[in-house]
């Protein structure tokens, strides 16, 4: 290749990253000699940080966040501890976050057996059943189908469960209230594979069931297939993370996240659900009398404040932006109220995302603390109509061992020493 | 290559050669391969409360308590006692209490169901390691554990599916969803 005239820096260079790295090491260090041997008295004047007076970090190959941002981590809750490290959950910091969509490596994260290493090359999705024709596919033909992308939120049905301790937890908001998160999911309309292996009339149900060491099963109703029921390959942009089913997931927007199957391998057209353990001793939802609700898949209208929130502290009086999230899996967020009394009065709350459903919607008002003390609440209403319950009132559904469905309003008391603590008001 | 996709391969070909025309329409392309049922049979390990795909073989309490005390206690615990992992047994009655004890005893709605997790799940750490045999044994153990069969009964395709569970009409379904808040 003949070498064009350019700049060393952003030329292609034909002899490798390698030497250039090279070439560049010695130029930089002869200009660093410059520097040192003749110093200018008017630059030794100018502002200027450490970081400002040396050149910087070299291209890498994936990006990371600051390492000032390395606090920003899940929340664990390994429900067996070192036995079965990879089987709970690790919860989004959503009080550290902002905006609507999650970071890929901050996307909440509920494996039953672990997270396995699927080789693309070896996996394969089998659809059959009650369908005319049984069908495999490898994921070279599921990457060569027409895509559809779309943003919307998956939540744990047993986020918040943390929030049902007898005493309220003096821990972070995501670590409650985390098993949620909201990406930009690409992927195959579930219609369009349904539709080429065509179903028979008696199909009324889908038994997915993913490729991990737990083999995590569920039974899915047709008509959810049939509508927005996507077989997603790609997150936020690039495929799947391994911990949110690389290669291939099964997402049921707005339905509790148990369902949306991971690792997917097969789906089998049924005509009755199959009762699978995860549809029967678990994700069900013990009521006081001691029968429980099952099939409980769509998620509630909801919303937490994430700033502030429990474990912080306001610095000082005056101006502060109270921020959180809301989400629906019945449709769109129609608009969320904030209170800082308690729930004595309310205000309406600015939106941003309002208008995609089952997805994340970003809240905020802006708060004058004067310093007395102060409980803050957000109360979402979706476009159903549907309004977030008190806790008072959702509680009196359930029995007192119900883990699933909390979507009841969250409340955070301020003291009059700027301390944030979790309440149960 | 399949059929359907030889033929949407001609398509893009086709198409390749007839650069005005922009893309196929009023046919959704179709890439799924034909799958055998050998190879289907080899995947399908659902079980439903009919017992519909159950595998031949058999095995009894007696026998399973041997499985279990190898393979389940070290995280289940005696008799199916818990911990660290899930009660077993126990807990019959005390679902409307203050202090409900979830477990196959008292919970499961289906015999099924145990068949088909311990099969496709237990034990954690190697999965698809039991043997049929040894899976109809166990789960006669746990279900012996909560009284439910007797210490002999051989548990197979038939029996299994014919055992009915305490708690089995303590679900109401939400689905086609009821009004709620």
């Given amino acids: 290749m003949k070498k064009k005239q350019g700049d060393a820096a952003t030329r292609v260079d034909p002899d490798g990253p390698a030497t250039n790295r090279r070439r560049f090491l010695k130029h930089g260090a002869a200009l660093a000699a410059t520097a040192t041997v003749a110093p200018s008295a008017r630059a030794q004047n100018l502002a200027g940080q450490p970081w400002e007076r ?7 190959g994936y990006g990371q966040p600051s390492r000032f941002e390395q606090p920003v981590v899940r929340h664990m809750r390994r429900a067996y501890g070192e036995l079965a490290p990879g089987s709970g959950s690790a919860l989004a910091p959503i009080e550290s976050l902002e905006g609507i969509i999650t970071p890929s490596g901050l996307h909440n994260n509920r494996s039953h057996s672990g997270t396995p290493e699927i080789d693309p090359k070896q996996h394969q999705l089998l659809l059959h059943g009650l369908v005319q024709r049984p069908l495999q596919f490898s994921m070279e033909a599921l990457w060569s189908y027409p895509m559809t992308t779309r943003i919307h939120f998956v939540e744990c049905s047993g986020n918040s469960a943390a929030a049902l301790a007898p005493q309220p937890a003096q821990v972070p908001a995501g670590a409650m209230h985390g098993n949620v998160a909201c990406s930009e ?3 195959i309309p579930l219609a369009m594979l349904l539709e080429e292996a065509s179903l028979l009339p008696q199909a009324k149900w889908l038994l997915a069931e993913g490729a991990d060491s737990a083999h995590m099963s569920r ?13 997603a390959l790609y997150q936020n942009g690039e495929r799947l993370r391994p911990e949110q089913g690389y290669p291939v997931r099964l997402l049921l927007p707005g339905w509790e996240g148990n369902m949306n199957v991971k690792w997917l391998r097969r789906i089998k057209v049924t005509e009755e659900p199959t009762y699978t353990k995860d549809e029967t001793s678990k994700y069900t939802d013990l009521q006081p009398d001691g029968r429980a609700l099952q099939f409980t898949f ?11 929130s429990s474990t912080m502290t306001l610095p000082r009086h005056g101006f502060y932006e109270i921020s959180g999230i809301a989400w629906s899996g019945a449709g769109r967020i129609r608009h969320v109220e904030v209170s800082t009394d308690g729930g004595a009065t309310w205000a309406e709350a600015a939106l941003t995302g309002e208008e995609r459903p089952k997805a994340l919607v970003r809240f905020r008002l802006p708060w004058e603390w004067t310093g007395q003390a102060a409980v803050l609440q957000s109360r979402a209403t979706d476009e159903k109509g549907r309004v977030q319950p008190a806790r008072k009132a959702w509680l009196a559904q359930y029995s007192s061992a119900n883990l699933y469905h909390n979507h009841s309003i969250v409340s955070w008391a301020v003291g009059t020493d700027g301390s944030v603590k979790n309440v149960y008001a | 290559m399949s059929t359907p996709s030889r033929i949407a391969l001609v398509a893009s ?11 196929v329409k009023g046919k959704a392309p179709a890439f799924g391969a034909p799958a055998n049922p050998e190879e289907i049979a080899r995947y399908d390990i659902s079980i439903p409360p009919s017992g519909a795909g159950l595998p031949k073989g058999s095995g009894t309490a007696r026998e399973g308590a041997k499985v279990y005390e190898q393979r389940c206690q070290a995280c289940h615990g005696a008799k199916g006692a818990g911990k660290p992992a899930d009660a077993l047994a126990g807990g019959q009655g005390s679902l409307a209490s203050r202090t409900p004890l979830r477990t196959v005893g008292s919970y499961w709605p289906y015999a099924t169901t145990l068949f088909d997790y311990v099969r496709r799940a237990m034990p954690i750490t190697a999965p698809l390691s039991l043997s049929d045999d040894e899976v109809y044994a166990v789960s006669a153990y746990v279900l012996y554990l909560n009284g439910i069969v007797g210490e002999d009964v051989a548990m197979n395709a038939q029996s299994l599916p014919q055992v009915k569970m305490p708690n089995r009409d303590g679900f109401v379904s939400d689905w ?3 009004a709620h808040n």
Avoid: H
């Fill in chain 1, 185 to 187: 999911w690409t992927g």
């Fill in chain 1, 219 to 231: 039974s899915v109703p047709i008509e959810k297939a049939l509508d927005d029921a996507m077989i």
């Fill in chain 2, 176 to 178: 086609p969803p009821r």
């Fill in chain 2, 13 to 23: 070909l086709a198409l390749a050669a007839c650069a005005s025309q922009p893309a």
């Fill in chain 1, 298 to 308: 769509e998620m509630g209208v909801k919303s937490v404040i994430t700033r502030p």
């Fill in chain 1, 54 to 60: 040396v050149y910087g970090a070299a291209f890498i």
